[in-house]
């Protein structure tokens, strides 16, 4: 039986771009400001989900980051 709050993605890195980063960190509290006010997300990746919810609700493809990566696109 799986444990009760068991996260398979914990151990899992979300990547982003230096210049995306300053952006989220300023609106996360773990990005070294505690008010709610300014900050309202716990955790950068409470806002990076969020993000992803409105991708998908908005219907938006995917970027293609191999080209950017290096990675041969075939």
């Known amino acids: 039986m799986a444990e ?29 400001i505690a008010d709610i006010d300014q900050s309202p997300f716990p955790r950068m990746v409470d806002l990076w989900f969020l993000a992803v919810c409105v991708a998908a609700r908005l219907n938006l493809q995917p970027v293609d980051i191999r080209k950017a990566q290096g990675i041969p696109v075939r």
């Open 4 to 32: 009760r709050y068991f996260n398979p993605f914990q151990a899992i890195d979300i990547n982003v771009r230096v210049d995306v980063h300053e952006a989220l960190s300023r609106y996360c509290q773990s990005g070294g």
